[in-house]
């Protein structure tokens, strides 16, 4: 038997309660895994309080991510006793997620976790953390590197945005962060590697086709007008890593920047990444990411907590990561 949280639904009002399961009544998968370490986000904040349509199915175990142990496998990437990490693939949506003791996964969702990295540390920067890894390949793919010029980071004071920002800072990348609260994250942000602060209202103004060349390379995480103003901006053969929807999702630009400037958009999606790449990013983050930034707005809880957090986070009350310890 182990502990999970249960959301549950009649007519229309969603219930949260902690419930002794068996193994048994996990959904299939490859790999059965001990949990370790879950998180706590925005979108686990909607579906536990039932404020948003997230969960597709009930009875349902939240939480988008997970780390743990192998307990079980089928899959010959993975042994007994290993260290997994999990991020994204609709867990906590429509298959049981990671806020329980135990959990079933495909095993092409996995990734092994470097042994460099502790659970609670992947938890601390969880999905936002290999998004930000990918986007930074992404532009080294694209062979931006740091003697190209200046890398905008857009949304840089989000969980994308900031571990992008230290991670350039670490490459040796002059980077310009832009938030929309200088005077609050600037010196933050500075601390993290960036090299100058942008207002977010410097681009406010809508984008013309083309615009003065600024950026080598940008990482935007919010899309729309943002994304059609630091294309117009990027130098010629540059590259856009993108991957983010705040913004909303049209893009209105033209093909200028593309045929003119040859500027590439490179669009990142850590769910659909193969699993090649996310092993790489995770592999990289250990290396790269300084271990004085796991700890930086964390809160650690334990899964009788979640419920409580849970209400506060989707009113705002709670900023940083949160960690379930399972």
Known sequence: MFKALVLEQADKVTTASIQQLDVSQLPEGDVL????????NYKDGLAITGKGRIVRDFPMVPGVDLTGTVAESSDTRYTVGQKVVLTGWGVGEGHWGGMAQKARLNA??????????????????????????????????????????????????????????????????????????????????????????????????????????????????????????????????????????????????????????????????????????RQKAWKRIAELLPASYYDQGCREISLEEVAEAAEAITLGQITGRVVIKL
């Not at 895994?33 to 706590?40: E, G, K």
């Not at 681009?203 to 086709?209: G, K, S, T, W």
């Open 33 to 40: 895994i001990d949990v370790d370490y879950s998180s706590l």
């Open 108 to 277: 092409d969702w996995l990734v092994p976790l470097p042994e460099a990295l502790s659970g609670d540390q992947a938890m601390k920067i969880g999905t936002a953390g290999l998004t930000a890894m990918l986007c930074v390949q992404a532009l080294q793919d694209a062979g931006i590197t740091p003697e190209k010029g200046e890398i905008l980071v857009t949304g840089a004071s989000g969980g994308v945005g900031s571990v992008a920002v230290t991670l350039l800072g670490v490459l040796g990348y002059q980077v310009a962060a832009v938030t929309g609260r200088a005077s609050e994250n600037g010196e933050w942000l500075k601390s993290l590697g960036a090299s100058r602060i942008a207002e977010r209202s410097e681009f406010d103004e809508p984008a013309r086709p083309l615009e003065k060349q600024l950026w080598a390379g940008a990482i935007d995480t919010v899309g729309s007008k943002m994304l059609a103003k630091v294309l117009a901006q990027t130098h010629y053969d540059g590259a856009v890593a993108a991957c983010g929807l705040a913004g909303g999702f049209d893009l209105p630009t033209t093909v200028m920047p593309f045929i003119l400037r040859g500027v590439k958009l490179l669009g990142v999606d850590s769910v659909n990444a193969p699993y090649e790449r």
